[in-house]
C-alpha cells in the first residue's frame, strides 16, 4: 500500500520510500483531473460554489504529496530524490497548464467572474474569485492555441532548469572543503569554532579540521581567521559557486531562465517579468520599486560611503592593509565593533543556548497570541534531529502541528525557511488546522558545549518563526488564502517584526540566560546590543539595495541582448559597489532566493517589509512591547488573515495608518 496515497493527517515520513513517489504523484494528478472534470461536466449554471469552491478544494491530496515530497527535497534529498524531482516537475508543471488552459474550465469561471458585482459574495470570497480569475487569465487562458502550446514548453522548461540551477548550487557547496592541519591557520577563531571545525573533519575521518562553504562553518572564519591568504580562498570558492564553465555551471541556466521568463510576460501581454509579478505586489510596479530603492539608496549611499572609508582606516591602522577587499569586510568589521562597542559575539553566544533560544521564543509567542507548544515524540519526522511540537491556545484548542529542524547536514540546502506540509482551512463545519515547519542551519553543539547562537542565528531563528506564527495563526475559509499565502512584498513583515524582540530587554531577561552559571544576560551586554543594531547599517543597507536592483536588472528589462553574465552584474551593482570588483566571483550564478526560489522581481520585499515592520514595532514600543491589544490587533488583522484582503487595508486596519519610511530610517540611524 502507497502511504502517500491512503488518507494521512501528519505525514507518514517513515513509511515513504522514494519507490512511492513518483506513482502517488501520477494517481494524485489523475485523481484531481478527475475532480476538474466533474466541475466542467456540471450541467447546472456555473455558480460560486459549484465552480470557484469546487475548484479550490480539488487536488488536495496532490498538494499534501507535492507538500512532503519538495519538503524532503529541501530539507533531506539524496541523489535519487533529485532525479525524482527532475522527472515530476515538468509533469507537475504540465499538469498546472491542463488546468489553466482548460478551456471548458476557464469558461465556468469567467461566467462567474462577470458576474461578480451582483453576487452576495463576502470579502473573502471576492477575493477568492478574482485570485482564481487571474490565475487563469495571467497563465494563458486567453491566449490562441499556438501562444497556449509555447507557454506550456516555456513552463515545462523552466521548471527543469530552476531545479538544476539549485542542484548545481547545492553540488558546488557540497564539493568544496578547506582541510586544515596547522593549528596556526586556525589563529584568531574562537574554541567553539575551532572545535567544529575539528568535528567536521572528524566526521570526514580526516585529521586536523575542515572548513566548508556551510553558514555555520564558512562566517565564523571569514569573520574571525587571521590568515588573510586562507581568507582570500574561501571567499573566492564561496563567490565562485556555479561559475567555473564545468558541468555544475549555472551562467547557462540564468541566462534561460531569465529570456525564458521575459519571453512568457511577453506571451501574456506584459512588458517584462518585472511587470507581470508586480501586478500582484503591494508595490505594483517596477517603476515603484524602483524609486522606493533608489529612495532608500539616496539616504544609505553617504553613510556607507562613510563607514567604509571609517572601516579602510582602520584596517590600516591596524594591519597597514593598503586596499580593502571583500574577504576583509567581516574580519575587520568584527574587530572594529569589538573595539567600538567591547563587544563580540563569542561574549554573548553563552547566553543563546539554542534551547533557550526556542523556549523564550515560544515565551514571547504565550505572552503576545496566547499560544502554549508541547513537545511531543508520537509524530512521524524525516530525520532524528528534528524536533515536533503541538500547539494549543490558552484555552486549550488544538490550533498546529509545528515541526522544528536546526543544523546543516548533507542533503540539506543551505539557509533558513519556513514552510507548510498542510494548509488551514474551514469545510463542512470543521477548521483544519495547519502543519508548519521552521528549517534552518545552525552551529551543531560539540562534545564541551551546547549549541550555541550567534546573536544573528538568535534574529534568525525569531524571523522563521515569525513565518511559523504566520502560518500557524491562519484562520480563513479557503487553504490557497491561508497563512503565508499573501502578497510577497507582505509576507516578510510578520518574520521581520519578530526580530524586534531580540533587541529588547523585557524580551532578553525571558531566555538570554549563561549556559554555566544560568545568570541572566547583563544589561550593559544588551544595552551593547541595541548600540551595535546599528553599525555599519548604511552598508548593510547598500548590500541589500544591491541585490534588490540585481533582481530587478534581470527581470525588469529585455533581457535578449544580455550575453555574458558577470559583465552585466557588474553593471547592474554600479551604483553600489564598495570593495574592488574580484573577477572570479559572480552572484547570480548562486542566487538561489531568485532564479530557484519564488524572489524574482521581488527581493526589494526585504526593505519594503523593513519600512513595515519598523513602523508596526514602533507602534508594540508606544504601548509595551507585550501590549495584548497591540498584539491582538496584530493577530487578527494580519497573522490570522492571510491573503483574505488586500495587504495596505489589513495593515491600516492594525495600525490606523500607512507605514511611514521615516521608521525604517530612523531605527537605521540613516535619518540625520
Known amino acids: 500500500m502507497n502511504p502517500l496515497l491512503t488518507p494521512f493527517d501528519t505525514a507518514p515520513f517513515s513509511k515513504i520510500e522514494n519507490a512511492h513517489f513518483k506513482p502517488a504523484f501520477l494517481q494524485a494528478m489523475k485523481d484531481a483531473r478527475a475532480e476538474i472534470d466533474q466541475i466542467t461536466a456540471n450541467k447546472a449554471e456555473p455558480s460560486f460554489e459549484n465552480t470557484i469552491e469546487a475548484l479550490e478544494f480539488t487536488g488536495q491530496q496532490l498538494d499534501r504529496i507535492s507538500s512532503v515530497f519538495f519538503n524532503l527535497n529541501s530539507a533531506e534529498t539524496n541523489e535519487e530524490i533529485q532525479k525524482i524531482a527532475q522527472e515530476i516537475s515538468p509533469l507537475l508543471s504540465e499538469f498546472s497548464n491542463d488546468i489553466t488552459l482548460n478551456e471548458a474550465l476557464f469558461k465556468r469561471i469567467k461566467?462567474?467572474?462577470?458576474?461578480?458585482?451582483?453576487?452576495?459574495?463576502?470579502?473573502?470570497?471576492?477575493?477568492?474569485?478574482?485570485?482564481?480569475?487571474?490565475?487563469?487569465?495571467?497563465?494563458?487562458?486567453?491566449?490562441?492555441?499556438?501562444?497556449?502550446?509555447?507557454?506550456?514548453?516555456?513552463?515545462?522548461?523552466?521548471?527543469?532548469?530552476?531545479?538544476?540551477?539549485?542542484?548545481?548550487?547545492?553540488?558546488?557547496?557540497?564539493?568544496?572543503?578547506?582541510?586544515?592541519?596547522?593549528e596556526s591557520d586556525l589563529d584568531g577563531l574562537p574554541e567553539g569554532e575551532k572545535e567544529a571545525a575539528a568535528q567536521m573533519a572528524k566526521s570526514k575521518e580526516k585529521e586536523g579540521w575542515v572548513i566548508t562553504l556551510d553558514y555555520p562553518s564558512y562566517i565564523p572564519f571569514m569573520k574571525y581567521a587571521k590568515n588573510?591568504?586562507?581568507?582570500?580562498?574561501?571567499s573566492l570558492a564561496f563567490g565562485s559557486k556555479a561559475f567555473?564553465?564545468?558541468?555544475?555551471?549555472?551562467?547557462?541556466?540564468?541566462?534561460?531562465?531569465?529570456?525564458?521568463?521575459?519571453?512568457?510576460?511577453?506571451?501574456?501581454?506584459y512588458k517584462t517579468h518585472a511587470h507581470f509579478v508586480l501586478e500582484e505586489r503591494m508595490a505594483e510596479t517596477p517603476e515603484k520599486v524602483h524609486k522606493f530603492l533608489n529612495e532608500l539608496?539616496?539616504?544609505?549611499?553617504?553613510?556607507a560611503g562613510k563607514?567604509?572609508?571609517?572601516?579602510?582606516?582602520?584596517?590600516?591602522?591596524?594591519?597597514?592593509?593598503?586596499?580593502?577587499?571583500?574577504?576583509?569586510?567581516?574580519?575587520?568589521?568584527?574587530?572594529?565593533?569589538?573595539?567600538?562597542?567591547n563587544l563580540d559575539?563569542?561574549?554573548?553566544?553563552?547566553?543563546?543556548?539554542?534551547?533557550?533560544?526556542i523556549s523564550g521564543v515560544f515565551k514571547i509567542a504565550e505572552k503576545l497570541f496566547d499560544l502554549r507548544f508541547e513537545e511531543v515524540t508520537d509524530i512521524d519526522k524525516y530525520n532524528e534531529e528534528v524536533k515536533t511540537y503541538k500547539v494549543y491556545d490558552t484555552s486549550n484548542n488544538f490550533i498546529s502541528v509545528f515541526y522544528a529542524d536546526f543544523h546543516p547536514r548533507k542533503g540539506k540546502r543551505g539557509g533558513a525557511w519556513m514552510t507548510s506540509y498542510k494548509s488551514q482551512y474551514q469545510r463542512n463545519g470543521e477548521n483544519v488546522r495547519p502543519h508548519i515547519s521552521n528549517v534552518c542551519n545552525f552551529t551543531r553543539s560539540t562534545p564541551s558545549k551546547p549549541s550555541l547562537l550567534t546573536f544573528n542565528e538568535v534574529t534568525t531563528l525569531f524571523h522563521e518563526f515569525g513565518h511559523g506564527l504566520h502560518g500557524m495563526l491562519a484562520n480563513t475559509t479557503y487553504p490557497s488564502l491561508s497563512g503565508t499565502s499573501v502578497f510577497w512584498?507582505?509576507?516578510?513583515?510578520?518574520?521581520?517584526?519578530?526580530?524586534?524582540?531580540?533587541?529588547?530587554?523585557?524580551?532578553?531577561?525571558?531566555?538570554?540566560?549563561?549556559?554555566?552559571?544560568?545568570?541572566?544576560?547583563?544589561?550593559?551586554?544588551?544595552?551593547k546590543i541595541k548600540e551595535s543594531a546599528?553599525?555599519?547599517?548604511?552598508?548593510?543597507t547598500l548590500r541589500q539595495l544591491s541585490f534588490g536592483l540585481l533582481d530587478m536588472s534581470w527581470h525588469g528589462i529585455d533581457p535578449t541582448s544580455i550575453k555574458n553574465v558577470k559583465q552585466h552584474e557588474t553593471e547592474a551593482f554600479k551604483g553600489t559597489t564598495l570593495y574592488p570588483d574580484t573577477p572570479e566571483t559572480c552572484m547570480s550564478t548562486a542566487f538561489a532566493h531568485i532564479f530557484q526560489g519564488g524572489y524574482s522581481s521581488g527581493y526589494y520585499s526585504y526593505k519594503w517589509a523593513e519600512v513595515l515592520d519598523a513602523d508596526a514595532f514602533a507602534y508594540f514600543k508606544e504601548k509595551g512591547i507585550f501590549n495584548k491589544e497591540v498584539a491582538t490587533k496584530f493577530k487578527d488583522n494580519v497573522l490570522s488573515k492571510g491573503g483574505t484582503e488586500n495587504p495596505m487595508v489589513l495593515y491600516k486596519r492594525f495600525r490606523g495608518a500607512e507605514p511611514k519610511v521615516e521608521a525604517l530610517l530612523e531605527r537605521a540611524g540613516l535619518l540625520n
Open 228 to 234: 588573510r591568504e586562507l581568507r582570500k580562498e574561501l
Open 307 to 341: 563607514e567604509f572609508a571609517q572601516l579602510e582606516d582602520f584596517a590600516k591602522e591596524l594591519d597597514h592593509i593598503d586596499r580593502l577587499e571583500k574577504w576583509d569586510g567581516s574580519y575587520y568589521s568584527e574587530k572594529l565593533k569589538q573595539k567600538l562597542f
Open 345 to 357: 559575539d563569542e561574549k554573548l553566544k553563552p547566553y543563546f543556548k539554542l534551547e533557550n533560544v
Open 111 to 182: 461566467t462567474v467572474y462577470d458576474q461578480k458585482d451582483s453576487l452576495d459574495l463576502t470579502i473573502e470570497q471576492h477575493t477568492l474569485l478574482d485570485k482564481k480569475y487571474k490565475s487563469f487569465s495571467r497563465n494563458g487562458a486567453n491566449l490562441n492555441d499556438d501562444k497556449k502550446k509555447r507557454l506550456r514548453e516555456i513552463d515545462s522548461e523552466l521548471s527543469k532548469l530552476k531545479l538544476n540551477f539549485g542542484e548545481n548550487t547545492l553540488a558546488e557547496t557540497n564539493k568544496y572543503e578547506k582541510h586544515l592541519t596547522n
Open 489 to 527: 512584498d507582505f509576507v516578510e513583515l510578520p518574520s521581520q517584526v519578530m526580530e524586534n524582540w531580540c533587541y529588547e530587554k523585557e524580551a532578553l531577561e525571558l531566555f538570554a540566560t549563561h549556559y554555566e552559571t544560568g545568570k541572566v544576560i547583563p544589561m550593559e551586554l544588551v544595552q
Open 297 to 303: 539608496l539616496e539616504k544609505a549611499k553617504p553613510a
Open 244 to 269: 567555473h564553465n564545468d558541468e555544475l555551471d549555472n551562467q547557462e541556466n540564468v541566462l534561460k531562465i531569465a529570456n525564458l521568463r521575459f519571453e512568457r510576460a511577453n506571451l501574456l501581454g
Open 534 to 540: 546599528t553599525f555599519q547599517e548604511g552598508m548593510q
